[in-house]
């Protein structure tokens, strides 16, 4: 289990469509899980995918708030490895909400995203995760998994605009 240096905009990983997981169970993978686990606490993260640490593979983590989907607290939130995440939209309404992101550091922006989505995939033990996600659970879902389609959130941005520094001299209102 290791910190690994988190990847910034710019390193071409972060732009590339990553690869199936062939085998979830995999001492491999699970080691991979462990790294990411370590820098994602060690950051402070709600979430990190693989590419993030510089490994073009589709597996994601996130702390999902399960029984308050729009909390932000990480307080009762379940925490969820994903391979190979399959999203399908159940209510495709956007709306705005702040994002920031690992790899976009002190920045922060408002991001349209679907309101209401189903997400599939697998746990490290090869067990089947099939959830409804709405609110910010689902706005996490989709913002870790853009980056393993190369999507960094300002590129989901449709106002510029909102781009800012988290330090600059006016709070973020939500
Ligand atoms: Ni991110």
Same mark, same amino acid.
């Given at each position: 289990m290791a910190i690994?240096?988190?990847l910034r905009m710019g390193a071409p990983v972060l732009r590339a469509v990553a690869a199936p997981v062939a085998d979830v169970t995999a001492p491999a993978i699970r080691a991979l899980a462990d790294d990411m686990l370590d820098t994602m606490a060690a950051a402070?993260?709600?979430?990190?995918?693989? @590419?993030?640490?510089?490994v073009s593979l589709r597996l994601v983590m996130f702390w999902a708030p399960l029984a308050d989907p729009d909390s932000r607290s990480r307080d009762h939130a379940v925490f969820t490895i994903l391979a190979n995440p399959v999203l399908e939209l159940v209510d @495709?309404?956007?709306?705005?909400?702040?994002? =920031?992101?690992?790899?976009?550091?002190?920045?922060? =922006?408002r991001v349209p995203r679907a309101r209401g989505l189903r997400?599939?995939?697998l746990d490290l033990d090869g067990a089947v995760v099939d959830r409804l996600a709405t609110g910010f659970h689902a706005r996490v879902v989709a913002h870790e998994c853009d980056h393993l389609d190369g999507i960094l959130? @300002?590129?989901?941005?449709?106002?510029?605009?909102?781009?800012?520094?988290?330090?600059?001299?006016? @709070?973020?209102?939500?």
């Open positions: 690994r240096p988190i402070g993260g709600r979430g990190l995918a693989a @590419p993030q640490i510089g @495709p309404v956007e709306v705005e909400d702040w994002e =920031g992101c690992l790899s976009v550091p002190g920045l922060a =922006g997400y599939r995939g959130y @300002p590129q989901r941005m449709t106002d510029l605009g909102t781009l800012r520094f988290l330090d600059a001299a006016d @709070p973020v209102q939500d």
